[in-house]
């Protein structure tokens, strides 16, 4: 009996109180991530306050022939007054990728002031069309105003075919070079038929069908081609199976043309 009493009197006891700190602890965490949050934003902002952060230098780097530095730096000048944080990386690079003696750049900023950009140029191997140029992976750009870059041969075909033509010109060069010609232009015609001049001012009809077999029979047969006329070579015609055709230029006429 008396141990059923003892149960009874331990079930009517209240149950013990939580100590304060236990509710305060989640209090505590509360204020501390509010308190984290208010500070991070306001670090945010300070951060994003050009004054606080101001970019003092744009450095470009790069070996530069038709860009102008200073014209650069202008243009870059009103992206840069945001600040050092809030600098659009992304935003410089593709305005300037954007020019066409631009061929690839890169921008990052320097702590804790400065904005760094490496430009490399187009390197223009020759020209291309009327205004064009192509570098030497044969891709085309094209300046805004006309530049005039002498000593390049000038090269043309329809769109899509310039890596072939500059590949095409590539081989002929190699196999011209014992003979100390240069192809100053070769064009690929819309029935894809293939001209070329040489430094000489002879001009050579190679047709559609094998155009490297074709020089290369010009090759052999050049010292007789040489030999044979009385005037100078104006043109030959690769374009026959088994033989070429070759047209002079005589020496009156010659005379003639040039007083």
Do not use: C
């Not at 702590?111 to 430009?119: C, E, G, K, N, S």
């Not at 191997?125 to 094209?142: A, D, I, K």
């Not at 002879?202 to 010292?223: H, N, S, W």
């Amino acid at each position: 009996m008396a141990a059923k009493r003892k149960l009874q009197a331990r079930r009517r006891q209240k149950p013990a109180r939580k100590p304060l700190s236990f509710w305060l602890r989640p209090v505590f965490v509360v204020l501390v991530v509010s308190s984290s949050v208010a500070g991070l934003a306001l670090m945010l902002e300070w951060m994003k306050d050009p004054s606080a952060w101001p970019v003092q230098n744009v450095q470009i780097e790069g070996d530069l022939n038709h860009l102008d530095a200073d014209v650069l730096q202008s243009f870059l000048e009103p992206m840069t007054k945001q600040g050092f944080f809030s600098v659009q990386v992304g935003e410089i690079q593709s305005q300037l990728q954007a020019r066409p003696w631009v061929e690839q750049v890169s921008v990052r900023r320097v702590w804790p002031d400065l904005v760094q950009v490496h430009i490399r140029e187009q390197q223009p191997v020759v020209r291309w069309g009327e205004t064009g140029f192509l570098n030497p992976r044969g891709e085309y750009f094209s300046p805004q105003a006309h530049v005039e870059i002498a000593g390049l041969p000038w090269l043309a075909g329809p769109d899509g075919y310039e890596k072939r033509v500059l590949s095409m010109f590539a081989q002929m060069r190699k196999s011209l070079r014992p003979l100390q010609l240069e192809v100053v232009r070769l064009q690929l015609d819309a029935r894809r038929a293939w001209h070329v001049t040489l430094n000489n001012g002879l001009k050579m009809e190679l047709g559609r069908r094998d155009p490297l077999q074709r020089v290369a029979r010009f090759i052999r047969a050049y010292p007789e081609i040489m030999a044979a006329g009385s005037g100078r070579v104006v043109s030959v015609d690769l374009r026959y199976s088994n033989g070429v055709a070759v047209r002079w230029q005589s020496m009156n006429k010659q005379a003639k043309s040039t007083g």
